[in-house]
């Protein structure tokens, strides 16, 4: 068969469906409520995340994978008879997921380049997707990180909150940040910088404003151009079919997917959330063979 294997981790948020089809390889990670821990997708699926959130009494925690799940991931690819691996994950700045990888990538059985992608949620399933098609078509390891890296370099994400709460208490925002918008109660914007941090790009005072000008970003960063798009949301639909509606009115779409936000993002973002993440046509096409 030979080959090379795309391998990423559950902050994509892509769905099952789609990353079983693709043959992308999914390594998991936990989150906790109190003493209780689970695998997120495996042994907690997200509608249950979902159920036990809303009436858990303390915000849940996350962690990284355990070792085993690279260790199998990496053997599944050499045993499917794959010559090589390609392990997208999530930021080294909101994670230690890409640390784990590169320890079981020395151990693996076969070549495994790992890459810190500086992405996470919806950016993330657009470099692993961007990633699967090169390989597929034959691409070498060279060649299928830099699809994922042509999609970290140009991609927009934008995601908008409820609250600030849950990404201050997982000390993924410092507290200054987040204290600023509780006291001013409003919908804060949040975006991925360029080394792969979570910080509030904006604050608008309604959901609609904040719709509103999240499709005015991705416009900017669609610049004329069609644009490959995930929207995410954590039980948000409604709020995720509005997004869609302005973004239909401003962009040319050529990809779209509609997921929700699994159990690990969800624990950052907290119920509610909606967001986007947009690349360029011509960014993912710069990256292919």
Known sequence: MGGVAVVTDSTCDLPHDLTESLGIRVVPLSVSFGAESYIAGVTLDTDAFYRRLAVASRLPTTSQPAPAWFEEAYADARDDGCDAVVSLHCSAALSGTVALARDRARRAPLPVEVVDTRLVGGALGLAAIAAHRVAATGGSVAEVVAAAESVSRSQTSLIVVDTLDHLRRGGRLTGAQAAVGTALKVKPLLHLTDDGRVEVRERTRTWSRALARVAELVTEAAAGRPVDVVV??????????????????HVTIRERLATVIGPIVGTHVGPGAVGVAVVPVDAVTAGSR
């Open 232 to 249: 995410v949301d954590a039980r948000a639909r409604e709020r995720a079919e509005q997004l869609w509606a302005q973004l239909d009115a």
